[in-house]
């Protein structure tokens, strides 16, 4: 195999796994923060239905999907033209992580969401 797909795979595995875990930890702070905004509304006497279920974060999974899958199309493209312009994996991955951000604004713009 390659040394430069080798090394390319390691690197995405790492920046998943660097996500997903960063992911869990925004999860869990946000989760533990509205668990004790119920606990002291309820010290001070508000029924629990009267308090209102916020969607505190706006990028949902299926925008870091779009997101996360068009950057792979880029790299593999950017892969492919490698040998033509040696940054090519960079620029593809970054612009088509871009088109990819754009595409799930316009799907949540759509959707009502934004």
């Known amino acids: 195999m390659d040394p430069h797909i080798t090394v ?4 995405i595995a790492f920046l998943l796994t660097a996500f997903l875990t960063l992911g869990f930890f925004v999860w869990y702070t946000i989760h533990k923060s509205k668990e004790k ?16 279920d ?13 997101v996360v899958t ?32 754009i595409i799930a604004h316009n799907v949540d713009k759509s959707n009502g969401k934004s």
Not at 58 to 63: I, Q, R, W
């Open 70 to 101: 068009s950057m792979v199309i880029g790299l593999t493209i950017g892969l492919f033209l490698e040998e033509v312009f040696e940054a090519a994996p960079v620029i593809g991955m970054f612009l088509f992580g871009g088109i990819g951000l």
């Open 54 to 66: 916020r969607n505190m974060t706006n990028f949902s999974g299926l925008k870091m999907g779009y």
């Open 37 to 52: 905004e119920r606990i002291v509304l309820l010290e001070k006497g508000y029924d629990p239905k009267d308090i209102p």
């Open 8 to 11: 390319t795979l390691i690197f």
